[in-house]
């Protein structure tokens, strides 16, 4: 087999039931219909935000999005070769339940469409045979209206096809006599199950079977259906449950997921972590805090391979990386010394095609790449500890060990912290300082003109501070002593390095409120000193 593509509840749940006991690791990629909402730039995530306030801003684009494919790659070790590791890696297209009240609305991103097309995604696969899914307060709704009969078909799609059904099972059953079937093909999935239900529910002389054709129909006496109805492991009540775990979906593999326990690995994991949460969960609370406890208990062990290479690449001379595809070239090629002892990976006889071709921004190829990247980097760091003498022999143990200081750290794009630590409190900022500058001769002036001003020669995120001031902020230390340097004499734009105690429009205020306060309280102390 090429590959593993699922589309069925079914094989979720037996794929998710026979990997995750032998499971070292998982690693996790998501693809969505779009990353953040067009924002004006005030509103858009900054260095200036503080963790609590990074997670509201795009707590908003989590909720206007969706997953259009997640790809798990289990990394399981080979009895008796502690460095040998098959991966099984799978591929699901997603798409949300509409069943009963359950009609949920999204958006798409223009850009990140045209990204995933450049790639070859199935945007066909996704639309149509996406795995249904629902988040815990979704499912309570839906199992209500299920098991207590007050359930109703809303989407048009699926009205139209139960009223073909059960006009065309209608005009047959006229002619039929008592043994005769009927098959409705091209009905699969769950809408078999809703169509059975239906037609059982409005016609009580027939029965039904789901076959890999479709549905079909046979006509039985009324007292044949009620004895089907209560011997039969077919009856009503099992297909409610059916009914409802199929509009579950891949809710079910996710609970199965959480439950398992085991090391989730992704790279530049955020935005993952957030729609895991909204998606299968519970939807995102407003506070961060709550946010952060909920994924510990979901996921007690993170390990984001981007938080991981980011703090030793420099350390090791690697040559500079954009994404986890060249991070995997790098660890790959001569310039790695543990090439030749590192782990090695091997891809299960249905993921083959993975091992012969890459397949960037395939979620499931992603996902190997992320597992693969964090078995690799653990022999680094393994060989850096133990180059002076003689190195154990390599396990997962031993890799979660030395991987220790990068559990559960979570690396942020643009926030004034460089990662999220969902175990314990976040780390102080490590950016460079903050920068003043001085605007004179320019009325009017906005953070967006002064934004272009200095975009050519780096980037840097902007803040009025007041009318003329404004506060600078970048992520690279070169940039801000670049600034610094080229505007500390500048005539119309002044640099300086931002000092709270001198700058701050609130200390300043303070300042004059004090000094007005003491002024009057001297004059009246000496105004009402008697005369001598």
């Given at each position: 087999m090429a590959g593993l593509e699922t589309t069925s509840t079914f094989q979720v749940c037996v794929l998710c039931r026979d990997r995750k006991e032998t499971a070292a690791e998982q690693g996790l990629d998501i693809e969505f219909t779009g990353l953040r909402t067009n924002l004006p730039r005030s509103q858009q995530i900054s260095l200036f935000d503080l963790p609590s306030e990074w997670y509201l801003k795009t707590r908003r684009s989590v909720q206007q999005f969706t997953?259009?494919?997640?790809?798990?790659?289990?990394f399981s070790s080979v009895e008796?070769?502690?460095?040998?590791?098959?991966?099984?890696?799978?591929?699901?297209?997603?798409f949300p339940t509409t069943f009963g009240i359950l009609d949920s609305e999204f958006s798409f991103q223009a850009s990140s469409v045209q990204f995933l097309n450049q790639y070859g995604f199935d945007y066909n696969k996704f639309l149509k045979n996406g795995i249904p899914y629902m988040n815990e307060?979704?499912?309570k709704k839906i199992k209500h209206s299920i098991l207590t009969g007050n359930w109703r078909v809303r989407s048009s799609l699926d009205k139209d096809?139960?009223?073909?059904?059960?006009?065309?099972?209608?005009r047959w059953l006229t002619l039929a006599e008592e043994g005769d079937c009927v098959t409705l093909p091209g009905i699969t999935g769950f809408q078999a199950l809703t169509v059975q239900l239906v037609l059982r529910q409005a016609l009580p002389g027939i029965w039904t079977v789901r076959t890999d054709h479709g549905v079909t129909v046979k006509k039985v006496s009324k007292q044949h259906h009620w004895y089907l109805e209560s011997t039969s492991a077919d009856r009503e009540s099992c297909w409610k449950e059916k009914l409802l775990l199929s509009a579950r979906g891949f809710s079910v593999f996710f609970q199965m997921l959480v439950k398992a326990q085991k090391p989730l690995v992704g790279h530049n994991m955020m935005m993952d972590l957030l729609h895991l949460h909204e998606k299968f969960f519970r939807p995102l609370p407003e506070s961060y805090h709550q946010f952060k406890l909920n994924v510990h208990r979901l996921f007690p062990v993170l390990i984001d391979t981007k938080n991981v290479t980011k703090d030793i690449w420099k350390e090791l001379n690697f040559p500079r990386v954009s994404n986890l595809s060249e991070v995997y070239e790098v660890l790959n090629s001569d310039l790695n010394p543990t090439k030749n002892s590192g782990p090695v990976i091997i891809h299960a006889s249905e993921c083959?095609?993975?091992?012969?071709?890459?397949?960037?921004?395939?979620?499931?190829?992603?996902?190997?790449?992320?597992?693969?990247?964090l078995l690799k980097v653990a022999h680094l760091l393994l060989w850096r500890v133990h180059r002076a003498g003689p190195a154990p022999e390599p396990s997962f143990a031993l890799c979660l060990d030395v991987l220790a200081p990068y559990l559960n750290q979570v690396n942020l794009i643009r926030a004034g912290v460089p990662k999220i630590n969902f175990s314990g409190p976040d780390y102080p900022s490590v950016r460079p300082p903050i920068l003043i500058l001085s605007v004179s001769r320019w009325p009017g002036v906005s953070e967006e003109q002064v934004?272009?001003?200095f975009q050519n020669r780096c980037k840097f995120d902007v803040r009025r501070l007041t009318r003329n001031q404004f506060l600078l902020l970048t992520n690279k230390f070169k940039d801000a002593r670049s600034v610094l340097k080229e505007h500390r004499g500048h005539p119309t734009l002044q640099v300086a390095l931002y000092r709270y105690w001198r700058h701050s429009p609130n200390v300043n205020c303070l300042l004059q409120v004090c000094g007005i306060v003491t002024t009057w309280a001297l004059l009246a102390f000496l105004l009402g000193r008697p005369s001598p």
């Amino acid at each position: 087999m090429a590959g593993l593509e699922t589309t069925s509840t079914f094989q979720v749940c037996v794929l998710c039931r026979d990997r995750k006991e032998t499971a070292a690791e998982q690693g996790l990629d998501i693809e969505f219909t779009g990353l953040r909402t067009n924002l004006p730039r005030s509103q858009q995530i900054s260095l200036f935000d503080l963790p609590s306030e990074w997670y509201l801003k795009t707590r908003r684009s989590v909720q206007q999005f969706t997953i259009c494919q997640i790809g798990l790659s289990v990394f399981s070790s080979v009895e008796g070769e502690s460095n040998k590791y098959v991966a099984h890696s799978y591929n699901f297209f997603l798409f949300p339940t509409t069943f009963g009240i359950l009609d949920s609305e999204f958006s798409f991103q223009a850009s990140s469409v045209q990204f995933l097309n450049q790639y070859g995604f199935d945007y066909n696969k996704f639309l149509k045979n996406g795995i249904p899914y629902m988040n815990e307060e979704q499912e309570k709704k839906i199992k209500h209206s299920i098991l207590t009969g007050n359930w109703r078909v809303r989407s048009s799609l699926d009205k139209d096809q139960i009223k073909v059904a059960i006009d065309e099972v209608t005009r047959w059953l006229t002619l039929a006599e008592e043994g005769d079937c009927v098959t409705l093909p091209g009905i699969t999935g769950f809408q078999a199950l809703t169509v059975q239900l239906v037609l059982r529910q409005a016609l009580p002389g027939i029965w039904t079977v789901r076959t890999d054709h479709g549905v079909t129909v046979k006509k039985v006496s009324k007292q044949h259906h009620w004895y089907l109805e209560s011997t039969s492991a077919d009856r009503e009540s099992c297909w409610k449950e059916k009914l409802l775990l199929s509009a579950r979906g891949f809710s079910v593999f996710f609970q199965m997921l959480v439950k398992a326990q085991k090391p989730l690995v992704g790279h530049n994991m955020m935005m993952d972590l957030l729609h895991l949460h909204e998606k299968f969960f519970r939807p995102l609370p407003e506070s961060y805090h709550q946010f952060k406890l909920n994924v510990h208990r979901l996921f007690p062990v993170l390990i984001d391979t981007k938080n991981v290479t980011k703090d030793i690449w420099k350390e090791l001379n690697f040559p500079r990386v954009s994404n986890l595809s060249e991070v995997y070239e790098v660890l790959n090629s001569d310039l790695n010394p543990t090439k030749n002892s590192g782990p090695v990976i091997i891809h299960a006889s249905e993921c083959e095609k993975y091992a012969e071709t890459k397949y960037p921004h395939e979620a499931a190829y992603d996902a190997f790449l992320c597992g693969s990247v964090l078995l690799k980097v653990a022999h680094l760091l393994l060989w850096r500890v133990h180059r002076a003498g003689p190195a154990p022999e390599p396990s997962f143990a031993l890799c979660l060990d030395v991987l220790a200081p990068y559990l559960n750290q979570v690396n942020l794009i643009r926030a004034g912290v460089p990662k999220i630590n969902f175990s314990g409190p976040d780390y102080p900022s490590v950016r460079p300082p903050i920068l003043i500058l001085s605007v004179s001769r320019w009325p009017g002036v906005s953070e967006e003109q002064v934004y272009r001003e200095f975009q050519n020669r780096c980037k840097f995120d902007v803040r009025r501070l007041t009318r003329n001031q404004f506060l600078l902020l970048t992520n690279k230390f070169k940039d801000a002593r670049s600034v610094l340097k080229e505007h500390r004499g500048h005539p119309t734009l002044q640099v300086a390095l931002y000092r709270y105690w001198r700058h701050s429009p609130n200390v300043n205020c303070l300042l004059q409120v004090c000094g007005i306060v003491t002024t009057w309280a001297l004059l009246a102390f000496l105004l009402g000193r008697p005369s001598p």
